[in-house]
């Protein structure tokens, strides 16, 4: 099993920055899959950015919304994976969740909430 914590989320004004951080702990295997993403009130949860976890390569995707305003990066050695988010918009306030996915399926974090006042 793989444990999940996400931290860094708060209160922002429209235009401010924050950087969000999911620390994975437990039986590590192999992740392959690292993403981000979020559920505002009463809509669905979407996908916020993706990065691939290889040896010495990877990519990342972003929905068209975030592009150019967010970031999502990894360590490996750490078994951390963080979404720097600017200029934040008050459309971006949602629970963030974090997702990791290996050999043995996909697990996700508890959520930190995200608030971007306008």
């Known amino acids: 099993q793989l444990q999940l914590v996400e931290s860094g989320g708060g209160l922002v004004q429209a235009g401010g920055s924050l950087r969000l951080s999911c620390a994975a702990s437990?039986?590590?295997?192999?992740?392959?899959?690292m993403g981000w993403y979020r559920q505002a009130p009463g809509k669905q949860r979407e996908s916020v950015a993706s990065?691939?976890?290889?040896?010495?390569?990877?990519?990342?995707n972003y929905a068209d919304s975030v592009k150019g305003r967010f970031a999502i990066s990894r360590d490996t050695a750490k078994n951390a994976m963080y979404l720097q988010m600017n200029n934040l918009k008050p459309e971006d306030t949602a629970v963030y969740y974090c997702?990791?996915?290996?050999?043995?399926?996909?697990?996700w974090g508890q959520g930190t909430q995200v608030t971007v006042s306008s």
């Open positions: 997702r990791m996915t290996d050999a043995r399926g996909g697990y």
């Open positions: 437990g039986s590590i295997f192999r992740i392959n899959v």
């Open positions: 990065i691939t976890s290889g040896y010495s390569s990877y990519s990342t």
